[in-house]
């Protein structure tokens, strides 16, 4: 029916569903909000018919309730024309053929040949997309506007990193130099194999000094110590120990969460730092006020056994939140809705900021 908006890589449409086809539990004659991704369906106007996949809609999905636009039959996009031999969503209708940093067709596969180290570089790692943009506000909030700063997506969530409105907008203001895809995730700066090529490439492409990993918006969790698409987050401390990194695991805490699994320090960074990680790293602690202060710390306590507990002082860290450039959300929870879970995010960037002196 028409375009709501658009960004780099991504349209949001409104759409029509045939009167019979609506999701179930939807008003007759209802409208829709769709996503489509024109390098991959072709790019809609208003008037084309389009075919969608309502499974969101159905299920009643937060963040990624769209109807998701498959084709526009009448306006598909050109085949690949390469380079780039990687192909990523593999086997799925809507593959991808793209040129990775690490292919033999790639200007940098040289470089990356036989790269084995990030330099010492710090690695921020947390389990959701939603901590990205509050890592960038402590980080700046202490270090220099001057960095360079790649946001490594994991494809634990979204795998078009064009999803993301907010990566977009810190890349187009800088404070991202780029975006890094690895695994089946795809659409950034930069594509890469496995998390390990992807760090590499963050340093060694895009010469970044720091380094954020997180998966893609739309965390997968089953309320199971293990089913939870953040155990990545632990994995991914190992890859940059690997890499002669310094990995920095930022928790995951949380005061507005119902949940008690999550409340606190979530059981998933639990999991995945205390469990999944077998290499050390540095965990900075949000030096937060009262009896939820004293749960977190004793919480945090869990991972001293094999991680170094850092406190880091949060004073200052809110009105930089205030700031951000992108809007502050996290499982439908704004900034005042769940201070706890940004300050800890902003803290640890404030902590890596530390690292670069």
């Not at 940098?108 to 790692?125: I, N």
């Not at 890094?180 to 963050?202: I, K």
């Not at 290499?279 to 094999?306: C, K």
């Amino acid at each position: 029916m028409r375009i709501r908006r658009e960004w780099p890589g991504a349209m949001e449409l409104e759409v029509a569903v045939p009167e019979g086809d609506n999701p179930p539990g939807a008003e007759p004659g209802a409208l829709y909000r769709a996503l489509a991704y024109p390098a991959l369906v072709g790019r809609p106007e208003p008037g084309d018919e389009v075919l969608l996949n309502t499974t969101a809609l159905a299920m009643g999905l937060g963040t990624g309730g769209y109807a998701m636009v498959v084709a526009v039959p009448n306006r598909l996009p050109q085949d690949p024309q390469g380079p780039g031999h990687l192909v990523k969503a593999r086997y799925t209708p809507l593959q991808a053929t793209v040129l990775g940093a690490d292919e033999q067709d790639s200007p940098f596969h040289d470089r990356l040949r036989e790269a084995d180290s990030v330099d010492g570089m710090p690695v921020v790692v947390a389990d959701l997309h939603s901590a990205l943009p509050p890592i960038l506000c402590g980080l700046y909030d202490t270090a220099a506007r001057d960095l360079r700063v790649a946001y490594v997506m994991l494809d634990g969530g979204a795998l078009p990193a064009w999803f993301s409105m907010a990566a977009a907008r810190l890349r187009e203001i800088g404070w991202l130099s780029g975006v890094v895809t690895v695994g089946q995730a795809f659409g950034g700066d930069v594509e890469a194999v496995t998390t390990h090529t992807g760090l590499l490439a963050a340093r060694h492409v895009l010469e970044a000094d720091v380094a954020i990993v997180t998966q893609g918006p739309g965390n997968l969790g089953t309320g199971t110590r293990w089913g939870f698409s953040g155990v990545s987050a632990g994995e991914a401390v190992n890859a940059a120990s690997v890499l002669q990194g310094r990995p920095v695991a930022a928790l995951r805490v949380s005061e507005g969460d119902l949940r008690e699994r999550h409340l606190g320090v979530s059981h998933h960074s639990l999991t995945a730092y205390g469990r999944v990680a077998l290499t050390r790293a540095q965990v900075p602690v949000p030096m937060l006020a009262g009896a939820f202060g004293e749960r977190v710390r004793d919480q945090a306590e869990l991972l001293a056994v094999r991680h170094e507990l850092v406190p880091v002082p949060v004073d200052g860290l809110h009105e930089a939140l205030r700031a951000s450039p992108v809007r502050l959300s996290t499982m439908g929870r704004g900034l005042e809705e769940d201070l706890a879970y940004f300050l800890a995010s902003a803290a640890a960037g404030r902590f890596a900021a530390s690292l670069l002196a």
